[in-house]
């Protein structure tokens, strides 16, 4: 049995920037939503066998997370530059990836 754990808040805003230019028909945002299910697909055929754990942050994380708590330097030194998409496309994503995933039949989620 292979363990496959998946950092989703990570993986959401890679595929939101990589994929920012695809969006639907009503111009919603889909591309976070787009790379995400698909990746999960591709990993669920290469490891048919595998359990998965996708741990989500909780909410709040940006301004009283566990890690600042622990570290209160953590990502200090990031900041200042702009990213060139806007990252909240990338969260108001989340839900549906999170409604999508079921039909994958990867059920494990942890909320950290």
Do not use: C
Request: a positive charge; charged letters at 25%.
């Amino acid at each position: 049995m292979t363990l496959i754990l998946i950092d989703a808040k990570n993986a959401v805003y890679r595929f939101g920037y990589a994929m920012s230019r695809l969006h639907s028909s009503e111009g919603v945002p889909t591309g976070a939503i787009y790379g995400f299910l698909n990746m999960l697909l591709r990993l669920k055929k290469k490891y048919p066998d595998g359990r998965f754990i996708i741990a989500w942050d909780g909410q709040g994380y940006k301004q009283n997370g566990w890690r600042r708590k622990i570290f209160p330097g953590y990502k200090a030194s990031r900041g200042g530059g702009k990213s060139p998409v806007d990252p909240e496309t990338w969260w108001q994503q989340e839900a549906r990836i999170k409604e999508h995933q079921k039909p994958t039949k990867i059920t494990g989620r942890v909320f950290i």
